[in-house]
């Protein structure tokens, strides 16, 4: 367990040694900012008009600002993966580092979960950029604090998931362009998975339609855990590190 | 403490390693030469569990790489071609991460990380970060990172590559001064810091033990040749060079005789002999006998260069030998 946390740590280090973590969370926290503003200003707009008409159209903060933006967060999220993740591995296979880790007293497994838990750790740094926003909002306003909790849990989730995919990218290259490359892309894909399907209900439409990232996110964003989902996200998250550590067993991958 | 029987690596196309054994003893240096791509890398990437052997067996300390991985990373130090350093790291910072990685306990691991400082040399840099060093520094770095544990056994893949000369006299005396309580392979491509620090020599060429001997042993070995300058006074074209080679070429026992030199009233020939013949008293008294006058008689031994190369070159013919006829 220390080894993880050492190389976690490590991870963290070199994140923040760089100029990557800020930029990430510079960026997020600018568009998540601007999704803030128009969502909090159609808002506004919106109850402005049913209070001249007359009308008492039930308004709520949690379904009509903060369900809509933490969708919008866990769509960012897609891009951002990949630059979290490029260089877990494609970095030390360049530059020779990985010998050190790999001939050092730790396993494998300890050298994989060091590094997506570094990855995650960042991931939540990044969200929390969301938080200043979102304080406002509670500031101002009562939304109830339950379902943004949901949300965020969902958001963890699969972010978790995506950034294991992004590491098993990045163990198969030592090129990091390639490696974030094609996680973008297959980040993309399972995006798009809920699209190629979403008119059609046959028994395939239905698994492909269940292997999509997105779809089950949704729930999350309503403020409802369903067990079924983050039962998908865990096996994805154990299927994508377990085959991380066959890749790192085999020659190919390793230098 | 090290053993090897049979150890084979293929890559998709390629044989790297052709069926290797070798064993090395405790607090032994060994050597490890051979030309570019001949498998010395891949040989030390299967010793320190980094990649598995395609066949065959490798124990470190009594501990197979493949079945007992962990207690043989336990047991060595690695310093790769290139220093496996994190440029945005600092001397201090990165030696310390390292020793966490290797299980040094935390009331030990600034005594350790200084002391390893002190050896390699690194001290004045401690604060810098390693991607604004030098690559001499760094290979240092690689280095005090390889025995910050103290391990039993060191596997240091050209270690003095980038160094000044002075920094190379001093890793070569570092490295002896580890001998003795380590057990140290190095490969080189620098033939004389064999013959100056190791105590044996493997050779290995396009993936296949070539020889395996002492340094002494194997100078001699090959020495079945004996080689002699033999150098004369001559004034005014006198004594004639063509007719002192007719008559040195008679000499019982000589092979071969090669004018080297013949200017400033000095005669130069370089005489190599049959193999297993003593040729410098009848040379001596050939000369004496005709009256010339001696200047000097030395005998030259075959460096491990021209060992190396025979080895390496006679292994290639071979091969292109073979080639041909199949």
Known sequence: MSSVLLICQKELKSYFASPIAYLLMAFFGLIFGFGI????????????????????????????IIQPLLGFASTISLFLTPMITMRLFAEEKKTGTIELLLTSPVTDLQV??????????????????????????FAWGKP????????????????????????????????QIIAGGVTFFVCLMLWLLNWFTSFDSGTTASIVNYLSIVTHFDNFS?????????????????????????????????? | MIKVEGLTKRYARTLAVDHISFEVEKGQIVGFLGPNGAGKTTTMRVLTCFLPPSEGKATVAGFDVLENAMDVKRRIGYLPETPPVYPEMEVVEYLTFVGKLKHIPSNDLRRRVNEVMEKCA???????????????????????????????????????????????????????????????????????EVEQSCE??????????????????????????????????????????????????????????????????????????????????????TVVNAGWNLNEMRSIGLSLEDIFLQLTTSEEKETEKVGVTT
């Open chain 2, 200 to 285: 044996r020599v493997i050779i290995i060429s396009q993936g296949k033990l070539v020889a395996i001997d002492s340094v002494a042993n194997l100078t001699n070995r090959l020495r079945g040749a004996e080689a002699v300058v033999v150098e004369l006074e001559s004034t005014g074209g006198r004594p004639n060079p063509s007719e002192v080679q007719q008559r040195l070429e008679q000499v019982s026992g000589v092979s071969r005789v090669v004018m080297k030199d013949s200017r400033n009233g000095r005669l130069a020939f370089e005489i190599e002999s049959l193999p297993d013949r003593q040729i410098r008293g009848d040379l001596a008294r």
């Open chain 2, 122 to 192: 690194v001290t004045d840099v401690r604060t810098k970060l390693i991607g604004k060093l030098s690559k001499g520094y760094r290979q240092r770095v690689g280095l005090a990172q390889a025995i910050i544990h103290n391990p039993d056994v060191l596997i240091l893949d050209e270690p003095t590559s980038g160094l000044d000369p002075k920094q190379i006299i001093e890793t070569r005396g570092l490295i002896q001064s580890l001998a003795g309580d380590h057990t140290i392979i190095l490969s080189t491509h620098i033939l004389s």
């Open chain 1, 144 to 175: 109830d604090i339950r379902p943004v909790l949901v949300a965020f849990l969902g958001l963890l989730l699969q972010g978790g998931c995506l950034l294991a995919i992004g590491e098993f990218v990045s163990i198969l290259t030592s090129n």
């Open chain 1, 222 to 255: 309503k403020g409802v855990i369903e067990t079924k989902d983050v039962i998908f996200y865990l096996s994805m998250i154990f299927f994508a590190l377990f085959i991380t550590s066959r890749a790192m067993e085999s020659r190919h991958v390793r230098s």
């Open chain 1, 112 to 137: 994989i979960l060091g590094k997506w838990l570094g990855a995650m750790l960042l991931y939540v740094c990044i969200l929390a950029m969301s938080m200043i926003n979102l304080a406002l909002l």
């Open chain 1, 37 to 64: 503003y128009t969502a909090t200003r159609d808002f506004m707009r919106f109850s402005f008009q049913a209070q001249m008409q007359g009308q008492s159209v039930p308004i709520n903060l949690n379904q009509q």
